[in-house]
């Protein structure tokens, strides 16, 4: 079942019906747009898909905590966590062959669609690039085949480190599990794509994802109060 099973078919040519925020406390939204609208903006920007791959993931942690979903992400090169894909040159390739390309190089053995296609946003900074996202469910044992598969891809050890899956449960300490992954570091929209998928295919419930990142906050308030005070 694709992402778009969650949030219906794509709409008509023309019609332009609002996006959900991803309304998380601490959180800059980012400007929705719709691939329609995607489509029709000039030369001068550019494209970038990015792809989320998960799978339902019925274990337990310690025989206790359910892991809930297994969630793909990737170490890049600079050190920083991102999702497989890049940039698309619109000029040569439709976003899906685009986007394919480049999972080819880093991953090996997955194909996406336009069915997988879950939303595009305005990034923030100088650049006119907009980040299109999608999300394919998988069955755990063919995520399992996908990560096996990504250590012989080109890309491994090269502009990638490896593949992570994503933990996420919250601890009873407030900060094992999702909180401590989200106070890590992630390229470009990469943040915002993680907390706005699980947001909308409700992976995650909605205050589970506000309390995770106000965790996050808190944590890093505290080290600076501490680093102040000890210097």
């Known amino acids: 079942v694709g992402a778009m099973a969650a949030m219906g078919p ?4 023309g019609a332009l019906p609002p996006l959900p925020t991803l309304g998380v406390p601490g959180v800059p939204e980012l400007k929705p747009l719709t691939r329609y609208e995607a489509m029709r ?3 001068g920007w550019s494209h970038s898909c990015h792809a989320m791959l998960y799978a339902p993931n019925p ?3 310690f025989g206790r905590i359910p892991l809930r979903y297994a969630v793909l992400m990737q170490m890049r090169f600079d050190g920083l966590l991102g999702f497989p894909g890049g940039f698309v040159d619109r000029r040569y390739w439709s976003l899906e062959d685009g986007l394919n390309r480049v999972l080819g190089l880093g991953l090996g053995c997955v194909r996406l669609t336009e069915a997988d296609y879950l939303c595009s946003h305005l990034t923030e900074g100088p650049h006119r690039v907009v980040a299109h996202f999608y999300a394919r469910q998988l069955t755990l044992e063919e995520l399992h085949t ?3 598969s990504a250590v012989h891809s ?3 050890g090269m502009e990638v480190m490896g593949m992570v899956r994503v933990p996420l449960y919250t601890q009873k300490d407030r900060m094992g599990g999702l909180p401590n992954f989200l106070a890590n570091s992630f390229v470009g929209t990469a943040k ?3 907390l706005f998928a699980l947001k909308i295919l409700n992976m995650v419930p909605e205050e589970k994802l ?3 990142v106000a965790a ?3 944590s890093k308030k505290a080290a600076i109060d501490h680093g102040g005070g000890a210097a």
């Open 10 to 13: 794509l709409p008509a040519m």
């Open 41 to 43: 903006l000039g030369p």
């Open 59 to 61: 274990g337990m942690l």
């Open 146 to 148: 996908i990560e096996i």
């Open 154 to 156: 080109r890309d491994h």
């Open 192 to 194: 915002f794509q993680l």
């Open 210 to 212: 506000a309390e995770a």
């Open 216 to 218: 996050t906050q808190r």
